[in-house]
Nanobody
Framework: QVQLVESGGGLVQAGDSLRLSCAASGRAFSYYNIGWFRQAPGEEREFVAV????????DYGDSVKGRFTISRDNAKSTVYLQMNDLKPEDTAVYFCAAGVTMERTRRVDVISWGQGTRVTVSS
């Protein structure tokens, strides 16, 4: 089992950038695909991005394409989410999750969740 801890959230202004980190502990981190999701108050959880085990393949939700970039450093057991040109509608709690395939991770069929980190974007 892999344990995940998110960090890097905060309060920023529209147009700013922020980088979130998802640090993993436990065994075989490099075997897992890692996804980022977000949930705003009163809203359903939304898929943000996913990266495969090697870092060679990534996919994004339509609302963040071109603004967010997911990457990973398996030597540091960490996945990053670089968020640029932030908008007020990006305000949410961001979670990372580990899954055995990219498609299952995207569909929230995951084996482990982090506790979340809050991002607030003011206009």
């Amino acid at each position: 089992q892999v344990q995940l801890v998110e960090s890097g959230g905060g309060l920023v202004q529209a147009g700013d950038s922020l980088r979130l980190s998802c640090a993993a502990s436990g065994r075989a981190f490099s075997y897992y695909n890692i996804g980022w999701f977000r949930q705003a108050p009163g809203e359903e959880r939304e898929f943000v991005a996913v990266i495969n085990f090697s870092g060679a393949i990534a996919d994004y939700g339509d609302s963040v394409k071109g603004r967010f970039t997911i990457s990973r450093d398996n030597a540091k057991s960490t996945v990053y989410l670089q968020m640029n040109d932030l908008k007020p509608e990006d305000t949410a709690v961001y979670f990372c999750a580990a899954g055995v395939t990219m498609e299952r991770t995207r569909r929230v069929d995951v084996i482990s969740w982090g506790q979340g980190t809050r991002v607030t974007v003011s206009s």
